[in-house]
């Protein structure tokens, strides 16, 4: 059921914005063997800010910001896509996604919302996350239109950009069988995982730069 993902870092790795399944590939993709995952919680690790800071101007050191990684998804990575697609040439990528209204009221109620912005304006990582945001301008406004623009921009630019035959466009709902397939592995008989869900996101915010 599991494979060996051997020595070669992010084998698979995600495109999809915050609040289309993120946590839940990551855990997908490790029980599959593609771990461990790199994801948005690393972001807590001091000596990741200053690699993401070099990628967003321009000189990125992929070999550290990944080191022991298997796989990534979710933020930053994301905004990436055109040169994490050239750098890893063995690898799949995967682009999870869900209908645009309800990615705004989650993404609105979570990651979006003032308190989650407000703190982290007041954590380590505010400049890296200005540079981040500027990357895909709107995504981070107050003005709904604006959001789901960028968002849907964001999607319409992994598909244009990214080989057909290396992107999965992949939703939760979809399950295993998709994504076990895609990257040639044989399907668990356990649920797929459904992590992070929204509520637990806002009964359980707290910055982990916060002490």
Known sequence: MRRNA????????GFGLGRTGCTSLAAALEQLGFGPCYTAARLA???SIPLWNHALDGTPDWEAIYQGCNAACDH????FY???TSQYSQAKFILTTRDPERWYVSASATILSEKVQ???ERSPIAPMIRKMHARLPGLY????DQVLDAFRTHSADVRRYVSADRLLIFQA???WEPLCNFLGVACPTTEYPHANEGKDFQDEWKSPFQG
């Open 6 to 13: 051997g020595d070669q870092p992010c084998q698979a790795i």
């Open 45 to 47: 690790n001091p000596s």
């Open 76 to 79: 930053p990575t994301a905004f």
């Open 82 to 84: 055109r040169a994490l």
């Open 118 to 120: 407000q703190d982290l």
């Open 141 to 144: 406004s107050r003005d709904k």
């Open 173 to 175: 709902g979809d399950g």
